[in-house]
């Protein structure tokens, strides 16, 4: 196992430029520091530094080990800086990665009931790839993830599924964008200008299969994995676009937008993915359970 001492005097050689400056930042003499990186070589079994001149430069593996080093040392001091304020403050830190497919209403309304907790909630939210979400669950460095999806099987993460609730779909489109006349929803989709989620969403596919089973063809403008700019393209006119049925008048009134037709035979789902099999997370049961109060559960 690497000695995380020589490890820190490596880091600090190479964060000062030289073992005299690093020396005079740790309060040890050169020859301690020097030594100590000699042994972290010999048990790498490479050379962290070459010398050029009077200078020291990080070889290829040096430089590698310093990425490395960087990273253990940020970690290290966020874990002192976290138990520093959790030491003198009540407020409980609830870290929820958010898929980047969800939609920004979603996350909110979904949130939402930890704000009214009685013990306070300080919120951290992270929005990435599921699957980058997923390295850092495993990883403890958040609670939980709000998906549109559990985890997918190709993925070996041990995590937990805690299906939230689902909803129908609502087609929604910049006001005189569809003529309004006889032929009605769905068919007025045909030739449309659409906009359409990207393949990070699950919506996606079912989407295409239904146009398809409906043999409508609109004209696909662009595809978004941000569900927001989707939205503000739609708005000013580039296309019909889908929201989950369950905002969808909050969205008609947010983005001054129509609801032009809607379909519960597209259903968009929603999950908690934690690393708890029985959710014992005060604000993670409130997620749960106020979900079931306007989301649709099997």
């Known amino acids: ?14 964060k000062q430029g030289s073992i005299t400056k690093a020396s ?17 070589e010999e048990q790498l079994g490479k050379s962290l530094f070459s010398k050029v001149g009077r200078n020291l430069e990080l070889t290829d593996t040096g430089h590698m080990v310093l990425s490395y080093a960087d990273e253990i040392f940020s970690l290290g001091s966020e874990l002192e ?31 939402a009931p930890t704000m009214e907790l009685e013990d306070p909630i300080r919120l951290v ?41 689902e909803c129908g779909t609502s087609f929604m489109a910049a006001p005189n964008l569809i003529a309004e006349d006889e032929i009605g929803f769905p068919v007025c989709l045909r030739g449309a200008p659409f906009l359409i989620p990207s393949d990070q969403s699950l919506i996606q596919i079912q989407l295409l299969h239904w146009l398809e089973k409906h043999h409508l063809h609109p004209r696909i403008m662009g595809e978004f994995d941000d569900r927001a700019l989707m939205k503000t ?15 969808a008048m909050e969205v008609a009134k947010q983005f001054q937008v129509e609801i032009i037709g ?18 014992s997370n005060p604000a993670i049961v409130a997620i749960t359970d106020a979900a079931k109060g306007w989301l649709k559960y099997k």
């Not at 699957?131 to 403890?140: I, Q, S, V």
Request: proline share 4%.
């Open 81 to 111: 800086q976290s138990v520093r304020i959790a030491s003198t403050d009540r407020t409980q830190l609830l870290r929820v990665g958010i898929a980047d497919s969800i939609p920004k209403s979603i996350a909110y309304r979904l949130l």
């Open 262 to 279: 809607s379909t519960e035979e597209i259903r968009e789902q929603f999950f908690a993915i934690a690393t708890e099999q029985r959710l």
């Open 233 to 247: 393209f739609g708005q000013a006119g580039a296309g019909v676009f889908i929201v989950p049925s369950a905002i």
């Open 24 to 40: 005079e930042h740790l309060h040890i003499t050169p020859q301690t520091i020097s030594g100590q990186i000699s042994l972290l």
């Open 1 to 14: 196992m690497i000695n995380f001492k020589h490890l820190h005097y490596f880091w600090m050689v190479a």
């Open 125 to 165: 939210c992270k929005e990435n790839s599921l699957e980058d979400l997923l390295g850092e669950l495993a990883l403890h460095k958040l609670d939980m993830i709000i998906a549109d999806g559990p985890i997918p099987a190709h993925l070996a993460v041990r995590g937990f599924n805690h299906f939230l609730g």
